[in-house]
Nanobody, 115 residues
Framework: VQLQASGGGLVQAGGSLRLSCAASGNKFRFSIIGWYRQTPGKQRELVAMLSNAGSTRYVNSVKGRFTISRDNSKNTMYLQMNSLKPDDTAVYYC??????????WGQGTLVTVSS
């Protein structure tokens, strides 16, 4: 499985961005997908997760602002980010975990939110 993330960029506080991550192979629809982020000197943290059954999980700081979704017909996951804050500035990584326990990461896309 290969993951290709896109959609990062520079946005002003209060603005929106949508990240996308396209997956190769045929395991996408059966997998747990997620978005993580990392800033220099800090551990990578989970931002949002979506199971193959539709259950979601968000870090408290993004609840009500970010939405994770998936399109199984396109093997693509999304992260819609609204009301962005400077604290959301980070490199965002997409993640896929298969039912067999394998884990894959995208290459990361930089999101910069200016104040």
């Amino acid at each position: 499985v290969q993951l290709q993330a896109s959609g990062g960029g520079l946005v002003q506080a209060g603005g929106s961005l949508r990240l996308s991550c396209a997956a190769s192979g045929n395991k996408f629809r059966f997998s747990i997908i997620g978005w993580y982020r990392q800033t220099p000197g800090k551990q990578r943290e989970l931002v949002a997760m979506l199971s193959n059954a539709g259950s979601t999980r968000y870090v408290n700081s993004v609840k009500g602002r970010f939405t994770i979704s998936r399109d199984n017909s396109k093997n693509t996951m999304y992260l819609q980010m609204n009301s962005l804050k400077p604290d959301d500035t980070a490199v965002y990584y997409c993640n896929l975990q298969t039912l067999g326990g394998s884990e894959y990461w995208g290459q990361g896309t930089l999101v910069t939110v200016s104040s």
